[in-house]
C-alpha cells in the first residue's frame, strides 16, 4: 500500500491564482481530512469528509474548498491564492468514524505551498 | 484556538536521558494522541490513550493521562538521536465527527 499521497510536493503561486492540492488514499479509509501547519501553531483543521458525498468545515475553512466523489480521492482546492495562504498542508486519513471518536490518523508527506 | 498545549516547547538532552512532554487541553475528550514529526516530513502517529485510561505503554513510551487536571504527558525512556523530533498532542473531541485538535509541539533535540 502507499498509504495517502499528496502531490505536489511542492508549489509557488502568485496571487490570485488557483490550483487543487490532491490527496489519494488507498486504505479504503472513509474518514479524510485537511490541515494547515504554520510555525509555533501546530497542526489546523482545514476540512474534513467522513465518506463519498459528505465533507464538512474545520478550524480555518475561509478560502478553500473540497469535495469527495470516490473514498479514495479528498482534493483541495484554493480559489484566489493569498499570500496568508503560504502553509505547509497535511492530508490525513482515518478508518475510525464513529461519532464522538477518532483513531490513527495517518498522514501524508505534505505540500508545500508559498504564495507570492 | 488551539485545543492542546504541550510544554516544553523545546527539550535538548543527551542520548540515553528520559525525555517527558506535557499536553494540557481545554474541553472534555475522547481520547488523545501523541503524534511524531521528523522536520519537512509528515506526521507519524505514536500511542492512542482513551479517556477512560489512565496508562498506556508501547515499546520504550509512556503515556499518562489525567482527565481531572486535563492533561497528559509522554514519556520516552533511554532517549536516542534518532528520537529527534516535534512532538504533538492531539485530542479527539467528544462532539462531532472525527475531528482531531493538535497541540503547538514540543522540538526534541537528543544529543549523540
Known amino acids: 500500500n502507499a498509504g495517502v499521497t499528496q502531490t505536489p510536493k511542492f508549489q509557488v503561486l502568485k496571487t490570485g491564482q488557483s490550483m487543487t492540492l490532491q490527496c489519494a488514499q488507498d486504505?479504503?479509509?472513509?474518514?479524510m481530512s485537511w490541515y494547515r501547519q504554520d510555525p509555533g501553531m501546530g497542526l489546523r483543521l482545514i476540512h474534513y469528509s467522513v465518506g463519498a458525498g459528505i465533507t464538512d468545515q474545520g478550524e480555518v475553512p475561509n478560502g478553500y474548498n473540497v469535495s469527495r466523489s470516490t473514498t479514495e480521492d479528498f482534493p483541495l482546492r484554493l480559489l484566489s491564492a493569498a499570500p496568508s495562504q503560504t502553509s505547509v498542508y497535511f492530508c490525513?486519513?482515518?478508518?475510525?468514524?464513529?461519532?464522538?471518536?477518532?483513531?490513527?490518523?495517518?498522514f501524508g508527506p505534505g505540500t508545500r505551498l508559498t504564495v507570492l | 484556538s488551539q485545543q492542546g498545549e504541550e510544554d516544553p516547547q523545546a527539550l535538548s538532552i543527551q542520548e540515553g536521558e528520559n525525555a517527558t512532554m506535557n499536553c494540557s487541553y481545554k474541553t472534555s475528550i475522547n481520547n488523545l494522541q501523541w503524534y511524531r514529526q521528523n522536520s519537512g516530513r509528515g506526521l507519524v502517529h505514536l500511542i492512542l490513550?482513551?479517556?477512560?485510561?489512565r496508562e498506556k505503554h508501547s515499546g520504550r513510551l509512556r503515556v499518562t493521562l489525567d482527565t481531572s487536571k486535563k492533561s497528559s504527558s509522554l514519556l520516552i525512556t533511554a532517549s536516542r538521536a534518532a528520537d529527534t523530533a516535534s512532538y504533538f498532542c492531539a485530542t479527539a473531541l467528544n462532539t462531532g465527527f472525527q475531528k482531531l485538535v493538535f497541540g503547538t509541539g514540543t522540538r526534541l533535540l537528543v544529543s549523540p
Open positions: 490525513a486519513s482515518s478508518s475510525n468514524i464513529r461519532q464522538g471518536g477518532t483513531d490513527t490518523q495517518y
Open positions: 486504505m479504503n479509509h472513509e474518514y
Open positions: 490513550i482513551r479517556s477512560n485510561e
